[in-house]
Structures are given as C-alpha cells and as structure tokens.
C-alpha cells in the first residue's frame, strides 16, 4: 500500500548494469570499453570517469540500462572481463546486475539512531540494501532491530582478552553465514580485531563521530570540548587495522558554539552521524566508491 | 538498561524554570526581571535578550535551574505574572516547568520518514516530547507508530468538501482530547481549513520540502526541477490559513545537480525535511520561539 | 615575484584542449569520440558525459593534455566538428585552447565588493580571465579598476527611456568593442534591455542577491526580511528577458537570524553575493556550463 | 559619493557603548549590571549572557546606544569599574565607544587574498578597522596595500636564527609603534617568537590553512590530500606558543573531491580562508570574543 511517489523515488527502480573498472592509465581505454558497450547495444544512463595524476591510475563507473543490452547480462559480463584482460594483470574490475539487491549486516552497541535510521530508509523502500542481521554487544536494540523484522543476535563481550576474542569469533561466523556486501559498524563501540579488518578488507564501513583526523580514538566529543573548536563532524570509513585511519568515503560538519557541553554535542552530532553515515554506506552498495592506496574516488 | 552516555545528554535532564516574555520594549525591564530571578535565588543557566529596532518590541528566555530556587515555583510564577502585568496589557509570558514533558499528536499521510526519525528521537530518550497519538488520512503508517507504542488513528479523507470536512472534525475531536503542545504535520498532505488553523494557532508546525518562499504548493521538488535550481531546500513553519505563508521557525537546504531528477530530490529532500522539522520542533517544544508579526525570535 | 606556490595552483597552468558537445543523444557517441580522441594521441585529462532522461539529449566535456595530441589542434578541432556533423544538424559543439585566455568586460553601479574580488583573484593569477574593461553607470569604482590597470568607463544613466536607451547603447558599444566571452554584471543595478540580452545570450552573466526563484527583483534583502526566513541567499545566472528568471548557473546560502536587519543581510550577504559569482563565472570561462531550456549542466 | 545603502548597512553606523565582562559566576550579577544600565538610562541594543557549567565563569556583553545615556561615558565607564571592583577581584572588564575606530597592523607573506579581501572591506565602509600599516616579509604585497592607501613595510627574514629574530625586532617596532587593538597574520609565513606572541597575547590573530586540530603546522592542504579528507577547512584563532594551538574563534569548511590536487584545495581554500579570517576578526574587533583557558565564548 505504499504510494506510487515512494516507489517511483526508489534510487534503483530501473534495473541497471553497473560496470566499475580500475587500471593503471593508458590512452584508449574509454573508447575500448564504450565501444563494446555501444557494440552491445547498451545505453548509458550514468558514466564516470577519473585519472589520477599522483599514482596514474584510471577509474570509471558506468551505468548501462539493463532492457538495452542485446546480448545476456553474463555475456556482458564476460566480454568486459575479457577487455579487463587486455588492460593489464593487477585491472580490478566488476559488473553489478542491479536486479541483485545489496546485503548488509549492521553491529551495533548502545547508541541506536544510526540502527534506527538505516531500517526506517530499508523499510519505506528508500535504501539499496537488504539487511540480513542486526549484531549487538548488549541487547539494548533489539526491539529496534525486531520492528523491522530483522534478526537481532545478542553477543556479550567480556572485558578480558579471551573472552573478547571469543566474542569476536561469534560475530565473525554470524556475519560471514550470510556473505553479506558490507559490514556495518554503526556506532559499535568495539575494536575489530586486525584479522576480521583483512577478511572485511572494503567491506567492514565505520562512522566515527569526529572529522577525522581530528579527534581520533576515544570520547572523540569530549576532546572538541577540550580543544574549542566550532564545528564538529562524522566521518564515514572503511575499517582496517589503523583504528580510525581508513579510506574515508564521506564527511561533514555542523556549526556548534561555546554554549554546547560534550553532552550537546553528542546529541547535535548524532544527525551528522546517521546522515553521513547513510550517504556514506550507499555510496558503497551503489558501487560508486573504488579505493587507491588511503583515498577514495567517489562517482556520486 | 540505557546507558548513562544517552541520559546525560537528554536536554532536559536538568530541570529548569523556563521563562519567555515579550513586550513593548522600555529602560528597566531587564533590570526588574533580573533583580526578581536574583531575589528568588534563582540561578540563571541561560538567558536570551533581544529588542526588535522596528516593531519596537522587548523579548526574553530565562532558563533558570529549578533547585536553585527558594520558594515555590507556583510563587515564582506569579511573581513573574506581578511584573508582566506591570509592564503593560499586552505582555505576553509564561512560565513551564520543564518537569512536564510537552505533549504533541502528528498528522501524517504516506510518507513516513519525519514521523520514523521523531519516534525514533523520542524512544531513545532524546527528545523533550511525548507523543500522545498519531493519525493518518491512509493507513500505510500504522506500524512506524505502534513500533513505538503509539496509539494511531486511520481518518480516512474523502475527496468531497462535505466528507473532507467531516474528516477534519473527526481529527480535530481527536487532537483537542489530547490538548496538545504541538499540532505536527508531518508531511501531512491535507490543507488545515482555516478553523483550525485559527483555533491551533502557534502550534500547529508544518514542514515544507521546499525552501519557502520558494515553490510554495503542491509538487515542489517538480516546481525546483523546472526551475533549475542548485540547491533544494525543507522549512518548518506554523501553519496559518495562508498556505505556506505562515511564521518561518527554521530552514535548510541541500546541494543538487543537473543529474538530480525530482525523483532524486525527493529522496534527498527528505533528509532535510526530517532534519529541519526536529530542529524546529525541538525550538518550539523548549520555549525557544517567540512570534511577532509573521517572523519568529528563535531563543538558540 | 609571486611564488611558485601561487602559480602552480593556476588552472589553468597545464595547457589543455577543451571539447564541449550536446545533441541528441544515440547509441555510440561515447565511443565514436573516445575513439577520434584516442586516435589523435590526446590523453584525457577530465571527462564529463551526461544524459538528460527527459529532453534525451546528450552532454560531454572532455578535456585533452595539449601536448598529447599528435596532429595540429586545428586539424584536431576539425575532425571534431566533422563527428558534431554527423550527430546530426542541431549538435552545439566547441573546442577551446586554453592558450587562448577569455576575456570578460565587467559592468557595475556602486557596490564594490564583486568587483574587487573579482579583480583580486585575477590579480593574483587564480583567474581563467582577462578583464578588458569595467563600465559603470557611476564613477563610483573608478579607483578599484584602474588600481588593477584595468580601463574604467563611466556611462551615467539619466531616468528617462530615451536617455537611458543612449546610455545602454553607449554600454553596448564598448562591450562589442572588446568581442567578449562574458559580460559580468556585477552588481550594475540596471535591466539589461531585451535586445542586448538576445545579443549577449550565454554570455552576460548576473549575480542576484536572493535565493532565486525567492524574492526576484527589487531589494531582495528587504523581501527576506519582510518574510522572516532564516537563510538568505545569491545566485550567478544567465540574463535573459525574463528578469532574474534566466538559466540558474551557481547558488548558495547563509544563516541569518531574527536579530539580521535588512543592513546585516546585505552586509553578510555580500560574502555569498562574491563567491557565487566568482563560482558561477568561473564554471562559464571553463567551458563547463552547457545551458538546455532554463537548465544548466555544470561539469565540475 | 558611496550610495546610502553603503553606508546605513555599516555595523556601526550607530555610535554604542559596548559593556563586557568576566568573572566568576554568582547570583545577581544581572540584576546589577542591568540596574545600573537602566538608571544611567541606557537603552540596551543587544545583550548576551553566558555561564559556562565547568569553569563557573559568567560572560556578558552589552551594548547600549549611547545617545540614550543620561551620564558621560567616562562616568559611565567608571560606574561599570566600581561594579567590576564588587564582583572580585579576577575580573576583567572593558568598556569600548564604538566612535573610537580599532586599529590592526595586518603581516603578510606573498599571498594576498586574506589581505585583499580585508582592505576591500575597509575601503568600501564596510569592516569596523583601520589598518595602520602592512609589513611583509615579501616585497610582493606592496602593491595591495598601496593602492588602498595602507604604508607597507617590506622587512626581509634571513633563513638564519640571528638574522630572523632581528626581522622580528623591526616587525615588533613597527606594530607597536602603532599600539593596535589587532596584529593580523593574514598569511605570515613566520612563526612568532614567544616573546612576541605574549606581548600580543589576546591580539595577535591567525588565519590557519585547515580545520585545526588536523593538519597543523606546515602544508595542510598537501597533508588534507595525503589523508584522502573530503573537506577543507580554515581556522582564525589567537596566535600562542602553541604553534597552531591557540583559542579558536572561528572555523569553517568546503566540500573537494578525489579530484581536487593540492594545488585545486590551495585555490578553493582561499576562499574559505578570507571569508573565516573576516568573521573571526571582526568578532575581535568588536568585543565578542572572550577567551578563558583554549576556549573562546562568541557573542554574535
């Protein structure tokens, strides 16, 4: 019974190929890959293209409309692998059928506007995402996950060492039963372990409630207090064994002022964090984000 | 089982005595106010003064700390009613405790994200409302507010002026048997006929997904394609019974672009829509907002 | 004298040749032009392509490293204009040598604050523009051009028709003098006439102290005031004559409050007024507006 | 020959006196200063309180027309001393004629944007300074500031530890044989000795080329681009021996992408960093900043 607007703002209510492409830059590439598009038949809704001056590499994003194609999508499919091929050994590349929807697994601890704000978007078909599991370190959200019909698993964790890991072990085997797109960290206050960083390496997507890198590790609100500052931010990251060092895929700010505690700040930073993020996580499950070394290209 | 982190920082955690006053403007009267607060031991945590040069008028917000003061807060109330009424017929006071939550009912209609980020606001205890009821003129929302123990109305409208009517009533009958602090029309898509809007005046709160007065009406992200604008925009605003056209409390806009089709500025509009109407609402629910004329005084 | 620092940051420092295209779009044109590009050796520096879904046509800009292309820019340019022709008859297409700096005639009444700025960035070389004159309706700014050795013209405009359609033909004599890609109308307080706005189509370009389509016309920042929003705005568009309803290049906004009177609003307005402006012609110098019905596709 | 418009939006085109003061919090303090205000029969025009929960410090400012006085201000002014004298003895507390213009030494390096900017705003009526001098270390600058009439003083630092520190000796002759309200570093790329930053402890302000804390001492946009940031920031602050450590008095941000180099964030920046030196500046400049411990209270 959902109205028709909703539906039709869908970001995805057109089934798309997504074809995304990463190599070392060489003149032809884009006149190789569009003229195998065009050769295909496929029509071009969205195309992105970016040459990176420092390391030389090229990226692109280009999306095909899926009824145009004349030939099956896995053919599609294997003839760009195929130019990949010719482009190079270490060409990272992938074609994302759109009719194939996104799955995440969400951890969470105590804090639950940014859970909330996920399920609200999933639930009013507004989010690219299908979401297998909610996993929390206390049982705090799990009414939040269970209104939206999705599985909330409770996993304590121990202070000590051992009892941590084997916390961590149970989370990692509940994540990986479901081979979920993207592992999300929203507001889980814990720190993964450097393997599960590996085994999720552009996967595992972090908010950290500061602009980093400012305010790095903990009660990041509690050190803007210290410092004074007059805006304070989120940021939204891939997770890797640097704690809070990662590919940053989105930021942004909100002016505060002397008048606002660490308390304040809190509760005003909470609307960057759910917002960015969001912006953040479908960039990702959109495919518009490829990572270079510490940067990420974004073809928003 | 909520954390001490989310409590502490609940606006309200404190109980404050919170006083506006406006007035024609004249030599003392801050003086006169601050000499009674000091008298009654009060201690001011916050204080806002502001003299429009045109309309010539005096506006004030105390927040005062409840512990602070020496005698009843019924006494300290009337002392402040003594010297409002020394101040002339038309003063315009009060006095709340902010030991009594602020009571709101919502009107929605399909859409649901202002109403699924409000709920979500006030489950995680930081929100200084309680949401007595929720109607809709569909039934598409029942579950966002029964999730959160909401009690939801389903008044359907009728596209007849007689039957609309009659709806009305039944949403009117409904809201007074609450005798709400706020009137939220959360994305709500009836026009309040014009006995309501009267007989809620300066607590009815619409939110607009546009940036007023810009593409006042219907379909306003369609009016801002057409016009090729470069930045859209959400304003929370009384409702009055000229359409779009009453006292603006606060606004907010985005940046789109040429790619963007009113499709995709729906589904980017509705973060600022849900953003902007908290905010707003939060100013009016705190006491923050003073109306003179059609412009606001926004105590921040 | 000026620092390396300063230069290397000019956009423009690496020479480049800019290819813009529209028409409708078809199967192919990517890889028709990737391919002719790839052909002449030009490496891609920065390429734009967009579709328009509802009028169906096609954008791109590409931008080649002057010194990859193997054959002569003007047999480049050529062989461009012979792929444009077989896109069909009603293809918009240029090619632009960065070599070749744009030059810019600016016209203006007594407010200084675009000019100076404008005139600044030039001065420093962070400024894709040659100012070849400066009118003003007023000797007002005579100081602030010739300080930057630029030729102050001072045309007064009497009120009546006539003697104001000889002043505007005055304007116009000088700016056809010059043979420029804009004329800026940095805050010149006179209506273009219709014949000069078909004459400079695309290429007067007017910065507005409004949020546009809020408060078009006269005093926009009494219009805000009078209306109580709680943001004030500027756009940088296109003159037609249709008054301030031209093709909308560039926009942008700032917080005011309650206690902003009209002359607060243009103070702080002013800022935006500036930037917008400097933004908006910046994007039309480069080659990176592409205007289609009362849009603009900016390739940023 | 300035236009009325000019001149009535000059923020102090209403002579007032401006109140402001610190000290320890404690009931009444209001209620006094307020009593004394009213029985000078000073008409109050803005009014800001603020107490901040950790320190226990009290902050106002207030500034009151000054034709409504009834006293001198020199008597009026020693009234406000004897108050201070009550309230203890760690007060501070200063009265300002807003018809005395302050007064600012601006340093600078090669970059001219920060000064430009400031010295257009000086020379259109519309910032509340007088520059008395410009000294750069550079000889590249002078130009600027001649041409808006501002002596500039050309002061050569050698790279060696001696011959520096007598470049320091002439630039503190110069600035204090002014006695300036300000000493602006808008771009200086020296850094003050700590003997120099204690003499012009309070007055000595910063524009720093990021969001402070990141990216601190040399090159923050090349650091910005190593760390993959997705914006940019500027921060006006006092200048301390704590290199880019010092009370914050404003900060703002622009959004890049992965395709701004260094050298693109340079130029965006600097529009961030004239407009965030202004706000911060005139905020000294007319009393609304009040420092306690690395914190700044703003009463905008």
């Known amino acids: 019974m959902t109205s028709n607007a909703i539906e039709s703002s869908s970001p995805l209510a057109e089934r798309q190929i997504v074809v995304t492409l990463g190599c070392p830059d060489a003149t032809g590439i884009v006149a190789k890959l569009a003229s195998y598009v065009a050769t295909s038949g496929g029509c071009i809704v969205e195309a992105h293209y970016f040459t990176d001056p420092h390391s030389g590499w090229f990226f692109t994003r280009q999306a095909v409309r899926a009824d145009s194609l004349e030939i099956p999508v896995d053919d599609f499919t294997t003839g760009i692998g195929e130019i990949a091929e010719e482009l190079g050994h270490n060409v990272r590349w992938r074609v994302w059928d759109t009719a194939r929807p996104k799955k995440a697994v969400i951890l969470v601890s105590k804090e639950g506007h940014c859970l909330h704000d996920l399920l609200g978007r999933v639930d009013q078909n507004d989010y690219p995402m299908e979401v297998a599991a909610v996993i929390g370190n206390h049982d705090v959200l799990r009414r939040t996950a269970e209104n939206h019909n999705v599985p909330f698993h409770h996993i304590p964790f121990p202070k000590d060492a051992v ?36 085994m999720w390496e552009g996967k595992a997507i972090n908010i950290h409630h500061s602009f980093l890198p400012s305010f790095m590790g903990a009660r990041p609100y509690h050190q803007a207090y210290q410092r004074g500052v007059k805006l304070i931010g989120a940021t939204c990251h891939y997770a890797t064994s640097d704690l809070d060092d990662g590919p940053i895929i989105e930021q942004d700010v909100i002016r505060i002022s002397h008048k606002d505690t660490p308390s304040d700040m809190q509760r005003l930073g909470r609307d960057a964090e759910k917002i960015v993020l969001a912006r953040g996580l479908r960039y990702h499950l959109e495919d518009r984000v490829q990572v270079y070394g510490n940067r990420t290209v974004i073809f928003d």
């Open 163 to 198: 009892g941590k890991r084997k916390a961590f072990d149970k989370v990692s085997e509940i994540v990986q039963s479901h081979d979920p797109d993207a592992v999300v960290l929203a507001r889980f206050m814990q720190i993964l372990p450097p393997d599960l960083c590996e």
